[in-house]
């Protein structure tokens, strides 16, 4: 998902710095939003089935690896955090110059291609390493993550189906 909206974000570089009514910036666009939805058709059909039981079975773990991962969590977590956050400030940054100037406080110029890149770098930062820390947090919190009643309410409707 970060690099769908990275190309996305991107879209906006070839929309400053081509002149206006050229097939040349429709085209270069066109390439960064089909690059865009081609990343994200490729996550779909590539999501491995392995993953899945994640999030529909609870998790037993070992003691000593529960302990493990946690420590790896709190470290990437740590780490993550470091990359979230100026990435989050790109992209309020990106999105704040891009809205003054759509508008017209301020004049579209060739400068706002660095805008364009910040917030497609912000963007994908974000997206990056909010997942990855998702991700950990899934597996050292499974057991609270199985205790939530929607997790109750699918496993209930999924053995409903399967002795259907």
Partial sequence: ????????ALAGIPYVMLPTHTSWRILGIAV?????????ILG?????????ILRKEPLLFDYEFLKELSKEYISIKKKYKLVA????????V???I???????YIEWTEYHSLVF???AVGIFGFVQSIG???????????EQYCDRFIFKVKRQLKNKIDRF
């Fill in 85 to 92: 956050i100026p990435s989050t400030f790109l992209f309020v």
């Fill in 117 to 119: 890149l910040g917030l």
């Fill in 94 to 96: 990106g999105i704040l």
């Fill in 98 to 104: 891009i809205a003054v100037t759509a508008r017209g």
């Fill in 32 to 40: 960064c939003v089909v690059l865009g939805i081609g990343v994200v």
């Fill in 44 to 52: 779909m059909f590539t999501e491995q089935e392995d993953y899945k």
């Fill in 1 to 8: 998902m970060g690099l769908c909206f990275l190309f996305w």
């Fill in 132 to 142: 990855i820390m998702d991700a950990y947090e899934l597996l050292v919190k499974n």
